[in-house]
């Protein structure tokens, strides 16, 4: 009963139970809400986007957008998986400092492979919605193993990014394998994505069973932020990605 997605650790819908019968969790009410967030990430990204271009593509005019949004964006994060209730309302405030982020970094890797967002966005619904009939078919099964399979992988992907972070800030040290634009490169870029890919699995899985249990309505916002958190990092790995490959065709 667990999910390799943070969001999703520590039976978050089996622990919240709801009490009442009416007030509880639903799979289309999640749906619903995830719609939501994705709007408020779309809406500041457009924003900040705008702003890029109109200062002449200066990553200077959108760093401050960019920098706050992704602190803003981890600390209402954290905030959502350590107190949950708080989910209708900070679920949608990290979804909007997430925006801002994603605008910023999408504008600046548009400035240097014209074209790559479109290929990101339509290539990361394509894997949401493969995932989908993966999972409602049955395809891959949900079980212990593939899920303890899973955190392994997220939380070895968490560790890589950690580190590679702290060598690049502190000691000026770049990973080739995550910086660099070689095959071997680029097959971790593809593993991360896949990695990224499969999480979804696990979140469809954790919000049908707390939908099955009776968990409270606010968990809809959690389930809702849960999702926007795969979808975001599956948008970033596949922007790299595809960065890595025009690069070498540069």
């Known amino acids: 009963m667990r999910s390799s997605n943070p969001a999703l650790m520590s039976d978050p819908f089996i622990q919240n139970r709801a009490r009442t019968g009416s007030q509880v969790m639903s799979i289309n009410g999640t749906i619903h809400k995830t719609a939501i967030l994705l709007a408020l990430v779309l809406l500041p990204a457009a924003f900040v986007w705008r702003q890029f271009y109109l200062s002449g593509a200066n990553h200077a005019s ?5 920098i706050g949004g992704l602190i803003a964006g981890i600390v209402f994060a954290f905030a959502t998986i ?5 989910a209708p309302v900070t ?11 994603l605008g ?25 919605f493969a995932m989908i009939i993966v999972y409602q078919t049955g395809l891959i099964r949900v079980t212990e193993r593939f899920k303890w399979g899973i955190m392994a992988a997220t939380g070895g992907i968490a560790l890589v990014y ?5 060598l690049s800030y502190f000691f000026n040290i770049q990973l080739s394998f995550i910086y660099g634009n070689s095959l071997f490169s680029i097959f971790f870029s593809l593993f991360f994505v896949g990695i990224a890919a499969l999480n979804f ?27 926007m ?14 960065a890595k490959i025009n690069s070498r065709r540069s």
């Open 62 to 66: 959108v760093q401050t957008w960019m």
């Open 82 to 86: 350590f107190k949950m209730t708080w």
């Open 91 to 101: 679920a949608p405030l990290y979804a909007v400092a997430e925006g801002l982020f």
């Open 104 to 128: 910023g970094i999408s504008a600046m890797f548009e400035q240097a492979y014209p074209g790559i967002v479109m290929q990101a966005i339509s290539l990361t619904i394509a894997t949401l």
């Open 162 to 166: 950690i580190v590679s972070m702290v």
């Open 201 to 227: 699995i696990l979140d469809f899985d954790m919000i049908e069973q707390g939908s099955r249990v009776g968990a409270p309505k606010y968990m809809e916002w959690y389930g809702a932020f849960a999702l």
């Open 229 to 242: 958190v795969t979808l975001i990092w599956l948008y970033i790995e596949i922007l790299r990605l595809l």
